[in-house]
């Protein structure tokens, strides 16, 4: 059983950064991919951008390509989102996700979710 739990969110200024980040326990493989999806109100939920387990390579959507980078953090056992040049436009509650093997990017496709965290950008 894996368990996710984001913590990071908060209020920014357009222009300013934040760091994300969700601690994994529980059962993984190296072949495991981990996502970042967001939600704003009244729309759907949305692919941000992923890493394979290992850290082996990455993919993002692409609005938020050269401003926004996953990594993983093994001494903490996280995978981090770090969000620069941020834009009110990325207002929304944030979801890691777990999808068991191979990439994907659409929400059916992922395993298990955490439960969120709000990042509000403000003009």
């Known amino acids: 059983q894996v368990q996710l739990g984001e913590f990071g969110g908060g209020l920014v200024q357009a222009g300013g950064s934040l760091r994300l980040s969700c601690a994994v326990s529980?059962?993984?493989?190296?072949?495991?991919?981990m996502g970042w999806f967001r939600q704003a109100p009244g729309k759907g939920r949305e692919f941000v951008g992923a890493?394979?387990?290992?850290?082996?390579?990455?993919d993002y959507t692409d609005s938020v390509k050269g401003r926004f980078t996953i990594s993983r953090d093994r001494a903490k056992n996280t995978v981090d989102l770090q969000m620069n040049s941020l834009k009110p436009e990325d207002t929304a509650v944030y979801y890691c996700?777990?999808?068991?093997?191979?990439?994907?990017?659409?929400?059916?496709?992922?395993?298990?979710w955490g439960q969120g965290t709000q990042v509000t950008v403000s003009s």
């Open positions: 996700a777990v999808r068991s093997r191979g990439w994907a990017w659409r929400v059916e496709d992922y395993d298990y």
């Open positions: 529980g059962r993984t493989f190296s072949s495991a991919v």
């Open positions: 890493i394979r387990w290992d850290g082996g390579t990455t």
